[in-house]
């Protein structure tokens, strides 16, 4: 007997990664909540701000903010890489390349996982400062199957729980996805319970990329379409150029309720300027603030 979408998902999330609870303290002696800020003038970043110079609403409170300096934060990358059949010959190179230039150019401080999904999802290397090892898993790829691009996002996110740092997961797949058992609404929970930003390097042509775009602007990121597999190297470096000129904000929820999903709205108010974060976070009934 064929097994039901309903059976077949409920066994995913049995063998996929568990998601932890969610454990961040609200306290006034820490910071408690850290958020990374686009901010562009056209498509240039907008650099030399302030803290002063933004504005941070938690669940439209405006908050105390500090600024971090984002080059004292080491940045953890995640690549979610589609190898199903179709990425074989040279899209295969081609995304391998990309891999490595990313990968170069990373800081001995960073460091980077590697997830790869076809109809399965396998997390390939664990978050490591062994740029090398995850340079022979890339080349080790086999394609095979069809494209599970939900799933192996999920995977992806849920790495990057309870994790020091600062979070960017790459997912980059060539076609549409035609093997997900789990629903876009799932992966989406788990990126409110992270601080990961989430690029999406996607094939021109592709369809129903939807999903992709929820998550992207959940998290802040954007959707990367790229006609030809050529492109996917000048796209990773310029995603993680991008990246490392975003601002990090920094603050401690006051005059809000610790508990359910906190809206975040983030603005430049004295400039015309793009501003991308993430739509809000996860709070924990019972933290109270001290």
């Not at 409110?192 to 129903?208: G, H, L």
Request: hydrophobic share 45%; glycine share 8%.
């Amino acid at each position: 007997m064929a097994m039901t979408r309903v059976t077949a998902a409920a066994l995913l999330l049995l063998v996929l990664p568990a998601v932890p609870a969610y454990t961040q303290k609200f306290s006034s002696r820490t910071l408690a909540v850290r958020v990374d800020v686009l901010v562009t003038d056209g498509r240039n970043p907008v650099a030399g701000l302030a803290a002063r110079d933004f504005e941070l609403r938690d669940n439209g409170v405006v908050q105390r903010i500090e600024l971090v300096d984002a080059g004292e934060v080491p940045i953890n990358v995640v690549l979610a890489l589609d190898t199903s059949d179709s990425i074989r010959g040279r899209r295969q190179a081609d995304l391998i390349a990309a891999g490595e230039t990313l990968l170069g150019g990373l800081k001995p401080a960073d460091r980077a996982a590697l997830t790869t999904f076809s109809d399965i999802v396998v997390p390939q290397i664990a978050l490591t400062s062994d740029f090398d090892g995850v340079r022979r898993a890339l080349r080790e790829m086999e394609p095979q199957g069809q494209t599970a691009v939900t799933d192996g996002a999920y995977v992806a996110l849920v790495s990057t729980l309870d994790q020091s740092g600062r979070f960017m997961v790459v997912v980059c797949t060539d076609g549409s996805d035609t093997a997900s058992w789990l629903r876009t609404a799932d992966v989406v929970d788990v990126a409110k319970r992270s601080n990961a930003v989430v690029y999406a390097v996607t094939s021109a042509d592709a369809r129903r990329s939807e999903g992709l775009k929820q998550l992207a602007e959940a998290t802040g990121g954007q959707v990367m379409a790229v006609r030809s597999s050529g492109e996917l190297r000048g796209t990773f470096e310029r995603i993680l150029a991008e990246f490392r000129s975003r601002y990090v904000l920094a603050f401690t929820p006051e005059g809000v309720s610790p508990g359910g999903f906190h809206r975040i709205d983030v603005t430049v108010p004295q400039r015309r300027a793009t501003v991308k974060a993430r739509a809000g976070y996860a709070g924990a009934a019972g933290t109270g603030q001290q």
